[in-house]
């Protein structure tokens, strides 16, 4: 139940970027099929390369970037086909399925970056370039969430910071700027199609100019949206997690690296940073839920049934703590009736905090459906707490996870490339004999 890492958040997203950009690709499919690879239980098909290669040349076209060579092309698009495959066998190991809405929602995305406004008009303009165009790339999307989701297990499970860590980098210079500092940040959005590039243009001219409207003017044209705000002074924890540990790691006039973003892309530039005293006083719920996921032996449709008549015995003053104890599959909090203890904003997903502020205390919320499944929720209580201390630690650990995270992940996918039996069918495909 807890939120995602922050590494997730910049990552979660590049999938609907660069299918958006690709999907001309999953045009290209041929009548022909051989097996140019096989990848511990699955095999590669010819049809399978000529769509990588298609997306690899279409990526770099689009970035004006030069194509290589037709073999070195070819190779690197067989390569990235086995790492991506070999990862596919570990989602099949770990049966991670990514749940419909955040499917549906990373699909749309798709669609409206493409132009457009629903799924069904989408799925109607790609199936017009070929038969089955939509469910090829429904399909590689649903692919890529389940890997992103493997990934984050995997390699935040690898990622170990100690007490003494965060103590420690508290005491750096950057750990000292986290405790309490005020930031002056301008903030820039850029949305559309494209929008990466652009948004390295916007970055090289933000690092000269503190004009953001001339920076909108020069940037919005037609696909593109650029929108750029100055924040004034911010005490840091007033800043989304996920955008503050980038203005932490900041020098006065420096800008971030751009961000990617459900929303678009997100660059910061600080201006000035001060002390500041001000306190993290937050609102904690004191909260227990039940959850009923599906499974092998649960179907969804039977999920949500069970889901409605928990919530029907509950509306009839059955004891929520019992129901729970018997009946919902989040042990952790099933073995104490169902309690989660004080509840902070940012610890749980979006769908069971916006539920948790809008339930009034005492009452029972309708079901409502998260990642992780079905849940209702009851609030017990509510209080004002200050948080300073651990909210420093929580994003001195935050940050500390993400420096480890690119090279956990990069060691982790060298293990399974290495681990996984592969064999290439075509000799010149195989980067150790050319």
């Given at each position: 139940?807890?939120?995602?890492?922050?590494?997730?958040?910049?990552?979660?997203?590049?999938?609907?970027?660069?299918?958006?950009?690709?999907?001309?690709?999953?045009?290209?499919?041929?009548?022909?099929?051989?097996?140019?690879?096989?990848?511990?239980?699955?095999?590669?098909?010819?049809?399978?390369?000529?769509?990588?290669?298609?997306?690899?040349?279409?990526?770099?076209?689009?970035?004006?970037?030069?194509?290589?060579?037709?073999?070195?092309?070819?190779?690197?698009?067989?390569?990235?086909?086995?790492?991506?495959?070999?990862?596919?066998?570990?989602?099949?190991?770990?049966?991670?399925?990514?749940?419909?809405?955040?499917?549906?929602?990373?699909?749309?995305?798709?669609?409206?970056?493409?132009?457009?406004?629903?799924?069904?008009?989408?799925?109607?303009?790609?199936?017009?370039?070929?038969?089955?165009?939509?469910?090829?790339?429904?399909?590689?999307?649903?692919?890529?969430?389940?890997?992103?989701?493997?990934?984050?297990?995997?390699?935040?499970?690898?990622?170990?910071?100690?007490?003494?860590?965060?103590?420690?980098?508290?005491?750096?210079?950057?750990?000292?700027?986290?405790?309490?500092?005020?930031?002056?940040?301008?903030?820039?959005?850029?949305?559309?199609?494209?929008?990466?590039?652009?948004?390295?243009?916007?970055?090289?001219?933000?690092?000269?100019?503190?004009?953001l409207k001339a920076l909108e003017k020069k940037h919005s044209k037609d696909g593109i949206k650029v929108e750029a705000a100055d924040m004034g002074y911010r005490n840091i924890s007033a800043i989304p997690d996920e955008l503050a540990s980038r203005v932490t790691t900041l020098q006065p006039g420096q800008t971030s690296?751009?961000?990617?973003?459900?929303?678009?892309?997100?660059?910061?530039?600080?201006?000035?940073?001060?002390?500041?005293?001000?306190?993290?006083?937050?609102?904690?719920?004191?909260?227990?839920?039940?959850?009923?996921?599906?499974?092998?032996?649960?179907?969804?449709?039977?999920?949500?049934?069970?889901?409605?008549?928990?919530?029907?015995?509950?509306?009839?003053?059955?004891?929520?703590?019992?129901?729970?104890?018997?009946?919902?599959?989040?042990?952790?909090?099933?073995?104490?009736?169902?309690?989660?203890?004080?509840?902070?904003?940012?610890?749980?997903?979006?769908?069971?905090?916006?539920?948790?502020?809008?339930?009034?205390?005492?009452?029972?919320?309708?079901?409502?459906?998260?990642?992780?499944?079905?849940?209702?929720?009851?609030?017990?209580?509510?209080?004002?707490?200050?948080?300073?201390?651990?909210?420093?630690?929580?994003?001195?650990?935050?940050?500390?996870?993400?420096?480890q995270f690119d090279t956990e992940l990069d060691s982790w996918l060298r293990e399974i490339r290495n681990n996984a039996f592969v064999e290439i069918k075509d000799p010149s495909l195989d980067r150790k004999k050319n």
């Amino acid at each position: 139940m807890k939120t995602k890492q922050l590494k997730q958040f910049f990552k979660a997203t590049t999938l609907a970027l660069c299918l958006s950009a690709a999907i001309p690709s999953f045009a290209v499919a041929q009548t022909k099929d051989e097996v140019v690879a096989v990848v511990d239980n699955s095999v590669i098909l010819r049809s399978d390369l000529e769509q990588g290669i298609a997306e690899i040349s279409h990526q770099l076209e689009k970035q004006n970037k030069t194509v290589p060579p037709q073999q070195i092309l070819q190779q690197q698009a067989l390569e990235q086909l086995i790492l991506r495959q070999a990862q596919l066998e570990q989602v099949k190991r770990y049966n991670i399925r990514p749940d419909e809405k955040a499917l549906n929602d990373a699909v749309l995305k798709v669609a409206r970056d493409s132009g457009s406004s629903s799924l069904e008009a989408f799925q109607q303009k790609l199936d017009a370039i070929a038969p089955n165009t939509y469910a090829s790339l429904r399909n590689r999307i649903a692919e890529d969430l389940a890997i992103n989701r493997l990934r984050q297990q995997v390699v935040t499970s690898r990622i170990k910071v100690s007490d003494q860590d965060v103590e420690n980098f508290l005491k750096t210079p950057q750990g000292q700027a986290l405790l309490g500092s005020q930031v002056h940040v301008q903030h820039v959005r850029v949305s559309g199609e494209n929008a990466a590039q652009v948004a390295s243009k916007v970055k090289a001219d933000l690092v000269n100019t503190t004009d953001l409207k001339a920076l909108e003017k020069k940037h919005s044209k037609d696909g593109i949206k650029v929108e750029a705000a100055d924040m004034g002074y911010r005490n840091i924890s007033a800043i989304p997690d996920e955008l503050a540990s980038r203005v932490t790691t900041l020098q006065p006039g420096q800008t971030s690296e751009p961000i990617e973003a459900r929303d678009g892309i997100h660059i910061l530039k600080l201006i000035d940073r001060k002390a500041g005293d001000q306190k993290a006083i937050v609102s904690q719920y004191q909260t227990r839920h039940i959850l009923i996921q599906p499974s092998e032996v649960v179907t969804p449709e039977n999920a949500k049934q069970m889901i409605d008549s928990l919530h029907s015995r509950l509306k009839n003053g059955e004891d929520f703590a019992v129901l729970a104890s018997t009946f919902s599959n989040d042990p952790g909090s099933a073995r104490d009736g169902g309690s989660l203890g004080w509840v902070s904003p940012g610890v749980m997903v979006p769908e069971f905090e916006e539920r948790m502020k809008n339930t009034p205390v005492g009452q029972i919320s309708e079901p409502f459906q998260s990642q992780f499944g079905w849940h209702i929720l009851q609030v017990t209580d509510t209080r004002q707490q200050d948080m300073t201390q651990e909210y420093q630690e929580r994003m001195a650990r935050q940050l500390l996870g993400e420096r480890q995270f690119d090279t956990e992940l990069d060691s982790w996918l060298r293990e399974i490339r290495n681990n996984a039996f592969v064999e290439i069918k075509d000799p010149s495909l195989d980067r150790k004999k050319n």
